[in-house]
């Protein structure tokens, strides 16, 4: 399977000179299958470039969504293929948030321009047994509750013997009771060819953002080592780090981790494509 990478940035787009290497866009993560689907993972702004590829491929279109934040969901009404007759889209049903809010609501002609009636594909949606239809083709996923403020989700997904984790918006140390436990989480990401997870903070700003939803830089490489995973990626960057601070980031994690020589970590940016 082919992860890649169509938005990194949390809480906010942030373009600009500053943010050019690593780039702007919201959530949107992408997971190719030898079988042809392909799984997109929240519909930040990174989803709509991943509209333009997929104009050029028949991929059956999966789309699970973490939560409903506005970085999650608000590059939905510019991903092309929902205007395509003949392409089939399946909106799963995600289990941890706390309303029964629809992608398709935001279609209503007043949060965006126009109303779903224009949509042309055939979309499903959340339809149980659609999961189902993905496990068919030998492609697994668990899910898990993430400590996030109005709940999120976190997805293990498994195929052909490889698995990849996509845990982004997700407190591994929350101030009050969590939601559910490091030793769950630890458990959850356990030997994971790939763990991608929420790095927003650095360790000195976390002090003033706890309860907030989101982990540090240093958490996330805590919780990647003891679980056993052997790829890290820090994701969900705040939105005024800047392309020489990740850098920075990329060096400390790698002098962090050189003495350990378990696990490598990587700073996502847009445009990073992992083969599994
Ligand atoms: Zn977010
Ligand atoms: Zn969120």
């Not at 997904?157 to 009771?177: L, Q």
């Not at 790095?199 to 958490?219: F, N, Q, V």
Request: hydrophobic content about 35%.
């Amino acid at each position: 399977m082919t992860v890649h990478f169509w938005g990194v940035r949390g809480s906010i787009p942030s373009p600009g000179p500053a943010t050019v290497r690593y780039g702007g866009n919201t959530p949107c993560v992408t997971i190719t299958f030898d079988a042809g689907h392909i799984l997109v993972l929240d519909a930040g702004t990174g989803i709509r470039r991943l509209g333009q590829w997929l104009d050029t491929t028949d991929h059956e279109i999966y789309i699970a969504i973490t939560h409903r934040h506005w970085d999650h969901i608000e590059g939905f009404p510019f991903f092309g293929p929902i205007y395509q007759p003949e392409r089939s889209i399946h909106l799963l049903p995600v289990p941890h948030v706390n309303d029964d809010w629809s992608l398709l609501r935001l279609m209503d002609g007043i949060h965006s321009a126009v109303d779903r009636d224009v949509l042309r594909a055939r979309i499903s949606h959340e339809e149980e047994g659609l999961w189902q239809k993905l496990e068919a083709s030998g492609i697994t996923v668990r899910m898990i509750a993430n400590n996030h403020p109005g709940g999120a989700t976190g997805f293990r997904i498994e195929y052909g013997g490889r698995s990849v984790i996509y845990m982004t918006d997700n407190e591994i140390d929350p101030p009050n009771e969590p939601t559910t436990s490091r030793e769950t989480l630890v458990d959850f990401c356990r030997d994971a060819d790939l763990l991608i997870h929420d790095a927003t903070y650095l360790d000195e700003e976390m002090t003033e953002r706890r309860g907030w939803g989101h982990s540090t830089i240093g958490e996330a490489c805590d919780l990647a080592r003891d679980a056993g995973a052997r790829r890290l990626v820090l994701f969900h960057h705040d939105p005024d780090r800047t392309d020489d601070a990740l850098d920075e980031i990329a060096e400390q994690v790698d002098q962090r981790l050189a003495g350990e020589g378990l696990m490598t970590a990587i700073v996502a940016r847009e445009g990073l494509s992992l083969q599994l």
